[in-house]
C-alpha cells in the first residue's frame, strides 16, 4: 500500500541522515602536503576574537588550508574573543588591548594566559564626504569634541582652523561607532581621552563605552559598512577595512604634534619608542615616536601556556604551536599584503621564545 | 448485540479474549505516548525555571524594577537598567502595529468580502507568502533597500511635520525605529492577515445577507454586520502580530540602530530587548552579572510574549465562537504559529 | 400577503453612500495593495542582486574568508542548514506527532491534557532568540560540555519546531473522522493498529504538511544558530563540530563594507528563499492531496 511505503520511507530517511551525521568526518584534511615552511600536523584551531585582525587571521586560515592547518575564526570584536577564551569554548582568543589584571585573573581559572603579539595596524578616521579627499587634518580634542556631539556640522570653526583651504559642507556629521566590546574601541577611546580631559571624564576608555551620540554598528566590518552608506558620518576602522573600501582617511595629529597620515611606515614607527613588559601586555597607542601614526594598535593571540591542561587534544596543541610558528614565519610576509606593520624584531624575537615555552600537560610540544 | 455491551476503554476487548501479552504493545504506546507529553509539559517548566534562575544575579543586584524601569543601559559599568530596551521595544512593536494592523485587515476583507473568487486563492497565497521570507533576509533588504530609499522621505517628513513632537525635527539617522517598525509592520501582516481572514469567515451568512436585504452597500455591510461580529477576534490577532513584533531579533537587529538611549524622536536610533541579547550575548560569555543581565532581558521578552499571546487566544477564541477549525488551518496554524525570528 | 411598499424598500442607494461605498472598497483594495508591495520588491531584490551572484562556483565553494581576493561561495552553509534541519526535523516532527497523537487518542479533554495543550501554545509564543539562550545556557556555558557544535543549534531548531509541529498535527489528526476508529476498533484491531493503519495514513497528507512548513521555518532561523552552531568556513558532515548556515551566512555578510561580500549575502538570500519555496510549495501540493479537507 502507498501509504505503508510513506510510513516506511520517513523514518529512513530520518536514520539516512543520523548515518550521514554520525559517520562523517570532519572538515580537517587527513593529508598535508609539505610546501615551503608548511607544518606537517593536521587540525582544526577555533579562534574568535578582535574584528581589528579579522583579515590577519582570516587570510592566514586561507593560506594554511592546504597545509593541513585549519583555522575558523569568528570575528566577533576583542570583548567576546576574550569572554570565550576564558569561558574556554574557543581554543586561541584574538584581542587587541592586552589582557587586564582582573581579566587575567579571570582566565587564571584554566591556566596561565599568554600573550602573542601579531601585528601593529592603524586606527584610521574614516569620513564620507562628498568633495573632500583624504588628508583632512584632525586632532584629538576634535575627534573627541565630534564624538561628544559637541562639534556637529563639517564646517564648524574647529574643523575649519585646521585645514585652510579646504572647503567644507555644512552638513551634519553623522557619527559611527561601535556597539559591541571592541578592542578597536579601547584603543581609539585611549587616544581621545589623552587630548580631550572632557572626554576623559565623561565617557573614558575601555572595550565599550556610554557613547553620547552616533549610531552604533557591529564589528569594524560594520562600522565600515555604515560609513560607506552614508554620507556625511565618520567613523574608525582598521586600515585594511579602509584601504579595501576606498575610504578618504584624516591625518591625526600625534604627540610630537605632526599631522600624520596612516600607512604601513607610520604604523611601523608606532612601535618604537614603547615600553615592553616582559609578559609581552603592551599597547603602541598615542606612541611618543615622532612618525608615528598616533591610532595605532597592537594585536594579541591569546593562548594557555599549558594547551592540554587547558582542553586541548595533543596533536591540537602541536597544530596551535605550528600556527603559532607560521605566524612569526611567513606569516609577516602576508601582514604587509594587508597593510598590518609586521612586529619590530625585538619584540618578535621575544614573542618567538615563548612558543618554546608552551606545553602539554607539563612536557614541552614538538616544534614542527 | 455484542457491540452494545462493548466498553469505551480503548484496551478492552471483551469477548475477544486477547492474552495480556497482546495488550501489551497497546498499554507500551498509551505509556509511552503520556511521557512524551509529560516531558514535553517538565522541558517547558524547566526551559522557565532555567531561565529564571540564570538571571537572578542581576534582580539581586538591581532589583525586579531596578532592572527593568532603570534607564541605564551601561555594560562599561556593569549597571543594567534596560528601560531603553523596553521602550525601544514598545515603540518599534507600537509602530509595527500603527502601520501593519489596518493593512493587514484591509487585505483580510478585501479578500474574503470585496475580491471575485478567482483573485481570492491567489492573493490569499500571496499574502501568506510574506510569512516565508526569513527575518534575516527582510533585514538584508532593510538595510540595503529600504534605509537608503527612504532617508529622503524620513527628512522631508519629518522637517515638514516639524511642529509635532517626537516626529518632527529629527535628524533622521539611517537605521532607526521607524524603520525597525516599518520592517516589523511588514512580518506581522501574514498572521494578522491570516486570522482576521479566518475570524471573518465565521460571520454568518445571513447577518450580511440581512443587512444587503435591507439595502446596505458593501462597505456597510461591512461596518454592520462583519466587522462588530468579529471585533474581538481581530483584536485578537492584532494581539498576535503585536507578541511576533516583540520577539522579532535578528531583522530588528539589522534595522534598528542599536543605542542603548531612549531616542527622542521616532527618526533616532534605539535598541530592543531582543536586539541586545543577540548583540551581546558573546561578550557575556565571561560576565555573569552581563550574562544574568541578558538572560533576564529574554526573560521580560518571554513574559510579555507570554502574557500577550494568552489575551490574544482569549479574543481570538471567543471571535470564532461556534466554528469547528478546518484542515487548512493546518497551514495556518502554522503561519499563525511563526514567531520571532 | 400585503405588497411591500415600493419607496421605503427600494429606495435608490444616495449619491453620498455610493461615493462611501467606492471609497471604501478602494481604500481596502488599496490596502491589500499595500500588503503586497513589500513582497514585490523582496523579491525584485532578491532577483535583481542576488541572480548575478548565483553560480556553478557560488554553489559549489566554501566561504574562504579571504580577505583580499575570492571570497568564495556557500557550500558550506548550505549543507549546514540542511544538516542541522534535517536533525532537527527527525527529532521534533515523531516528538511533536507523538504529543499530538496522545492529545487527539488518549488525553482528548483531562486536565493533564490541557495543560500540555496550553503549554504547547505558549512555546509557540517563546522568541526564538530565547530559545538559542537556553540551548547556550544549558549546554554550551553549564560546565565542560564544550563549544559550539552543529547537533546542538539542531536541538534549539527542534524546540522551535515543536510547537509548530505538534499544533498543526492535532489539527489534522482531530479530523480523522471518530467513525473510522471505531470500525477498526469494532473489527477487533487493538489501539496501536487503529493509530498505525487507520489513524496515521489518512491523516498522512495533513502531518506531511505541516511538517514541512515547521521545515522551512526552522531552515529561515537566524537567531537560535547563533549561540549554537556558530560560523565556520569549511563544510563539515560531523554534527560535533562547528557548523556554517545559510541564515547565519547571510547574517554575517549582511555587516560586511567590501560589494563581494554584500553580493554573496544576496545570493544566499536568494538560495535560502527558492529553498523555502520549494518546501512551502510541495507542502502546499501535499495539503491539496489530503482526503480530509
Not at chain 1, 216 to 231: C, D, L, M, P
Not at chain 2, 309 to 337: E, H
Request: proline share 5%; net charge positive.
Amino acid at each position: 500500500m502507498r501509504s505503508r511505503q510513506w510510513l516506511a520511507v520517513l523514518p529512513a530517511v530520518g536514520a539516512l541522515s543520523l548515518g550521514v551525521a554520525a559517520c562523517g568526518s570532519s572538515s580537517s584534511s587527513d593529508n598535508s602536503t609539505s610546501g615551503g615552511g608548511g607544518s606537517s600536523v593536521s587540525a582544526t584551531l577555533n579562534g574568535a576574537g578582535s574584528t581589528f585582525a579579522a583579515p590577519i587571521y582570516q587570510q592566514f586560515g586561507s593560506e594554511l588550508k592546504d597545509k593541513g592547518l585549519t583555522i575558523n575564526y569568528q570575528s566577533v570584536g576583542s570583548g567576546a574573543g576574550v569572554a570565550q577564551f576564558t569561558a574556554g569554548t574557543v581554543d586561541f582568543g584574538a584581542s587587541d588591548p592586552a589582557l587586564e589584571d582582573t581579566e587575567v585573573t579571570a582566565a587564571k581559572k584554566k591556566g596561565d594566559p599568554v600573550h602573542f603579539p601579531v601585528a601593529f595596524g592603524a586606527i584610521t578616521v574614516s569620513y564620507n564626504l562628498d568633495g573632500v579627499k583624504s588628508g583632512l587634518k584632525l586632532d584629538g580634542k576634535t575627534i573627541a569634541n565630534i564624538y561628544l556631539g559637541k562639534v556637529t556640522t563639517w564646517n564648524d570653526p574647529e574643523i575649519a582652523s585646521q585645514n585652510p583651504g579646504i572647503k567644507l559642507p555644512s552638513s551634519k556629521i553623522t557619527v559611527v561607532h561601535r556597539s559591541d566590546e571592541s578592542g578597536t574601541t579601547k584603543g581609539f577611546t585611549g587616544f581621545l581621552q589623552a587630548y580631550n580631559p572632557e572626554w576623559k571624564s565623561k565617557v573614558g576608555s575601555d572595550k565599550t563605552v556610554k557613547w553620547p551620540t552616533g549610531t552604533g554598528a557591529k564589528g569594524n566590518e560594520g562600522v565600515a559598512a555604515a560609513v560607506k552608506q552614508t554620507s556625511g558620518s565618520i567613523g574608525y576602522v582598521e586600515q585594511a577595512y579602509a584601504l579595501q573600501n576606498n575610504f578618504t582617511t584624516a591625518d591625526v595629529k600625534n604627540k610630537s604634534g605632526k599631522y600624520v597620515a596612516p600607512s604601513l611606515e607610520s604604523t611601523s614607527a608606532a612601535g618604537e619608542g614603547i615600553t615592553v613588559p616582559s609578559d609581552l601586555r603592551f599597547s603602541v597607542v598615542d606612541s611618543p615616536a615622532p612618525a608615528a601614526y598616533p591610532i595605532s594598535s597592537q594585536t594579541f593571540v591569546l593562548v594557555y601556556k599549558d594547551l592540554c591542561k587547558a582542553g586541548m587534544s595533543q596533536s591540537k596543541a602541536e597544530g596551535m604551536v605550528s600556527f603559532l610558528n607560521y605566524i612569526y614565519g611567513d606569516g609577516q610576509k602576508i601582514l604587509v599584503q594587508l597593510s598590518y606593520a609586521p612586529l619590530p624584531g625585538a619584540i618578535a624575537t621575544k614573542a618567538k621564545a615563548q612558543i618554546a615555552q608552551e606545553q602539554c600537560n607539563g612536557s614541552p610540544i614538538a616544534a614542527s | 448485540m455484542a457491540a452494545a455491551s462493548v466498553s469505551t476503554r480503548s484496551d478492552d476487548r471483551l469477548g475477544f479474549g486477547r492474552s495480556s501479552l497482546s495488550r501489551l504493545p497497546d498499554k507500551a504506546l498509551r505509556w509511552g505516548l503520556t511521557v512524551l507529553a509529560a516531558a514535553i509539559l517538565l522541558l517547558i517548566l524547566f526551559f522557565f525555571i532555567r531561565l529564571y534562575i540564570e538571571s537572578r544575579p542581576v534582580f539581586s543586584k538591581f532589583g525586579v524594577f531596578g532592572f527593568t524601569f532603570d534607564n541605564n543601559w551601561d555594560v562599561s559599568h556593569s549597571i543594567y537598567g534596560a528601560l531603553p530596551l523596553l521602550v525601544g521595544t514598545l515603540i518599534t512593536a507600537a509602530t509595527a502595529l500603527i502601520i501593519g494592523v489596518p493593512v493587514a485587515i484591509a487585505a483580510a476583507l478585501f479578500v474574503t468580502e470585496l475580491c471575485p473568487g478567482r483573485l481570492r486563492p491567489p492573493l490569499t497565497i500571496m499574502i501568506d507568502l510574506l510569512a516565508a521570507v526569513p527575518s534575516v533576509v527582510y533585514g538584508l533588504w532593510g538595510v540595503f533597500v529600504l534605509i537608503p530609499r527612504l532617508k529622503p522621505a524620513e527628512q522631508w517628513f519629518t522637517d515638514t511635520f516639524h511642529f509635532i513632537p517626537f516626529i518632527g525635527g529629527a535628524a533622521v539617522a539611517g537605521p532607526n525605529y521607524f524603520i525597525g517598525g516599518l520592517i516589523l509592520a511588514i512580518m506581522i501582516v501574514p498572521i494578522v492577515s491570516a486570522i482576521s481572514r479566518e475570524v471573518i469567515a465565521t460571520v454568518p451568512a445571513d447577518h450580511k445577507e440581512a443587512a444587503l436585504a435591507l439595502g446596505a452597500t458593501r462597505w456597510e455591510m461591512i461596518r454592520m454586520a462583519v466587522l462588530p461580529y468579529s471585533r474581538a477576534g481581530i483584536t485578537g490577532a492584532a494581539m498576535l502580530g503585536l507578541g511576533r513584533a516583540i520577539g522579532e531579533t535578528i531583522a530588528v537587529t539589522l534595522v534598528v540602530g542599536n543605542a542603548p538611549t531612549i531616542g527622542k524622536h521616532l527618526f533616532d536610533q534605539g535598541y530592543t530587548l531582543a536586539a541586545v541579547i543577540a548583540n551581546e550575548f558573546g561578550e557575556a560569555a565571561n560576565n555573569p552579572t552581563h550574562r544574568a543581565a541578558l538572560i533576564a532581558a529574554g526573560l521580560v521578552l518571554f513574559v510579555l510574549t507570554l502574557v500577550i499571546n494568552a489575551a490574544a487566544r482569549y479574543f481570538v477564541v471567543r471571535g470564532s465562537r461556534g466554528r469547528r477549525i478546518g484542515a487548512s488551518d493546518a497551514a495556518t496554524a502554522g503561519a499563525a504559529a511563526g514567531l520571532g525570528g | 400577503m400585503s405588497a411591500v411598499p415600493a419607496t421605503t424598500a427600494f429606495a435608490p442607494i444616495s449619491g453620498a453612500r455610493r461615493r462611501k461605498d467606492q471609497f471604501m472598497r478602494g481604500l481596502l483594495a488599496a490596502g491589500t495593495i499595500v500588503a503586497l508591495i513589500p513582497l514585490v520588491l523582496v523579491i525584485y531584490y532578491l532577483l535583481k542582486r542576488g541572480l548575478g551572484a548565483i553560480s556553478w562556483h557560488f554553489l559549489s565553494s566554501d566561504p574562504t574568508g579571504n580577505f583580499l581576493g575570492d571570497p568564495g561561495g556557500i557550500k558550506s552553509a548550505i549543507f549546514g542548514t540542511i544538516e542541522m534541519v534535517a536533525l532537527a526535523s527527525v527529532i521534533a516532527i515523531p516528538v511533536g506527532v507523538g504529543v499530538a497523537l496522545y492529545l487527539t487518542e488518549y488525553g482528548k479533554d483531562s486536565r493533564f491534557a490541557s495543560a500540555v495543550r496550553y503549554f504547547v501554545d505558549v512555546m509557540t509564543g517563546v522568541p526564538s532568540i530565547v530559545f538559542g539562550l537556553f540551548i547556550y545556557i544549558t549546554l554550551i556555558l553549564s560546565g565542560n560540555v564544550g563549544t559550539f557544535a552543529g547537533w546542538k543549534g539542531s536541538i534549539a531548531l527542534a524546540l522551535l519546531m515543536l510547537p509548530i509541529v505538534t499544533r498543526s498535527a492535532e489539527v489534522v489528526l482531530l479530523l480523522v473522522p471518530d467513525h473510522l476508529r471505531e470500525a477498526a476498533l469494532a473489527l477487533g484491531a487493538p489501539r496501536w493498529r487503529v493509530v498505525s493503519r487507520v489513524v496515521l495514513p489518512t491523516a498522512l497528507p495533513g502531518l506531511v504538511t505541516g511538517s514541512l512548513l515547521a521545515i522551512a521555518r526552522a531552515a529561515g532561523e537566524t537567531a537560535p544558530l547563533l549561540f549554537t552552531a556558530a560560523i565556520v568556513n569549511g563544510t563539515t558532515f560531523n554534527l560535533g563540530d562547528r557548523m556554517n548556515s545559510l541564515p547565519l551566512q547571510i547574517f554575517t555578510d549582511v555587516g560586511q563594507a567590501q560589494d563581494r561580500l554584500v553580493a554573496r549575502a544576496w545570493g544566499a538570500a536568494l538560495t535560502l528563499v527558492m529553498l523555502i519555496l520549494l518546501l512551502t510549495l510541495i507542502a502546499r501540493f501535499v495539503s491539496r492531496r489530503s482526503r480530509l479537507t
